[in-house]
């Protein structure tokens, strides 16, 4: 494949592929060199036209430790400001020579647009659009599944069950994640208040609830999801207050879940929101954890899309 702009895109083999990749990078950049030569000569933009510290960072980070050559673009500080469009900032990165241009962006569909645009030939990776998808976010998130429920093979993820909780509505990583956790066989349910649920959520093939607490002894990992009032244009419903009573981590709701339940949450947190300071920091947390292996993810994305093993180094 060319390019990674929806956990759509990813058949079980090849989403498989990527998280036992994933699985083999991490062990060879463990060892004291840390860096790989895969990927000697080629060049990653990272492309972000809307802010982010986890995503950002670690695509660098995987970059660098497959010895590609990192240009980081922010849209704060550049020619955006003068009215530059995205065609010409992609021109731009092409001019540059990009191998493969990691994009994130306000508005759903702009690394589709980039990508099936003419205007670069490099590989298009989506590092989460608008409301709309975060692929590389779901791949980490299940490969954060797989390592820690003590699976051999990613197949083992069949027919475990993760409950995704929250501003379903706004959330990319909510999308993706219900996408390719099916792709994977893992039984999803989405929580939330009917109003942060998406009109039509039916078809996204996966069990819907408004009800937390039924839900939670029930399941193998709970996704907290933050709730994004930056993208709440109409206010919030329900009520700060309400939504943390009704839908919040705490730590009495976490004691009802089973002993190898773990909780993750993608980031930034609000703690107190969604999701309490004792819940967030506790044993079962595993969300410093899935930043550690969003790098080597985002390296096995890396490598495979610019085809590593064909470099001529
Ligand atoms: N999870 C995530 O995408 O975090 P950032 O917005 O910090 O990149």
């Known amino acids: 494949k060319r390019h990674l702009l929806s956990a759509a895109d990813l058949t079980r083999d090849d989403a498989e592929l990527v998280l036992t990749t994933a699985a083999e990078l991490r062990s060879l950049a463990d060892r004291p060199i840390k860096k790989l030569p895969a990927l000697r000569g080629r060049t990653v933009v990272n492309l972000f036209f809307e802010d ?58 702009a690394p589709h647009r980039l990508a099936h645009s003419g205007w670069v030939r490099s590989s298009v990776v989506n590092a989460g659009d608008g409301t709309h998808e975060h692929p590389t ?16 093979k990613p197949s083992g993820l069949e027919g475990r069950r993760v409950a ?94 089973q002993d190898h339940t773990i909780v993750m949450h993608p980031g930034p947190m609000v703690r107190g929101m969604e999701i309490t300071a004792d819940v967030a920091d506790s044993d079962r947390s595993v969300i410093v954890e899935q930043v550690t292996n969003g790098v080597a993810v985002r390296m096995a994305v890396l490598y495979l899309l610019l085809g590593g093993s064909e470099n001529p180094e």
């Not at 550049?78 to 493969?100: F, Q, R, V």
């Not at 976010?137 to 699976?151: K, N, V």
């Not at 996408?179 to 208040?193: I, K, N």
């Not at 839900?215 to 309400?242: N, S």
């Open 52 to 109: 982010s510290t986890r995503t950002r960072i670690s695509f660098e980070a995987a970059a660098k430790r497959l010895s590609a050559d990192v240009i980081n673009f922010a849209a704060k500080g550049s020619s955006l400001s003068k009215g530059e469009s995205l065609k010409d900032t992609a021109l731009t990165l092409e001019a540059m020579g990009a191998d493969a241009v990691v994009i994130r962006h306000s508005a759903s569909g």
């Open 137 to 152: 976010q779901a791949l980490l998130d299940a490969f954060t599944l797989w390592r820690h429920l003590g699976e051999s």
């Open 164 to 257: 995704i909780v929250g501003d379903v509505l706004h959330s990319r990583v909510a999308r993706s994640n219900a996408l390719l956790l099916q792709t994977l066989g893992v039984d999803v349910t989405l929580v939330g208040p009917p109003t942060l649920l998406p009109v039509g959520v039916e078809s996204w093939g996966v069990d819907t609830s408004y009800d937390l607490d039924a839900v939670l002894p029930k399941v193998d990992a709970v996704m907290m999801l933050r709730v994004q009032r930056e993208r709440m244009q109409g206010g919030f419903f329900p009520t700060p207050r309400e939504y943390s009573r009704r839908y919040g981590l705490d730590g009495r709701r976490m004691a009802t879940l």
